[in-house]
């Protein structure tokens, strides 16, 4: 019988918690409507983009 990857789907807030403490930190989860996705890092272009973003709006008003 051939395995496959074990089905994420109608987990609550509680199964999430628990799902998480027991991985890796590197490795990241969200939960959304009862399915588990696994989180992919950022990539430097997104980096730079959030960096732009906040850089504006901390130019647009410094007391932020």
Do not use: W
């Not at 496959?4 to 991985?23: C, F, K, M, Q, W």
């Amino acid at each position: 019988k051939k395995m496959g990857a074990r089905e994420l789907a109608n987990y609550s807030y509680e199964d999430y918690l628990e799902i998480t403490s027991t991985t890796p930190q590197n490795e990241r989860y969200e939960l959304i409507f009862g399915y588990i996705y696994a989180m992919g890092g950022a990539s430097a272009v997104h980096q730079d983009v959030v960096l732009n973003i906040a850089s504006f709006f901390k130019n647009f008003n410094p007391k932020c």
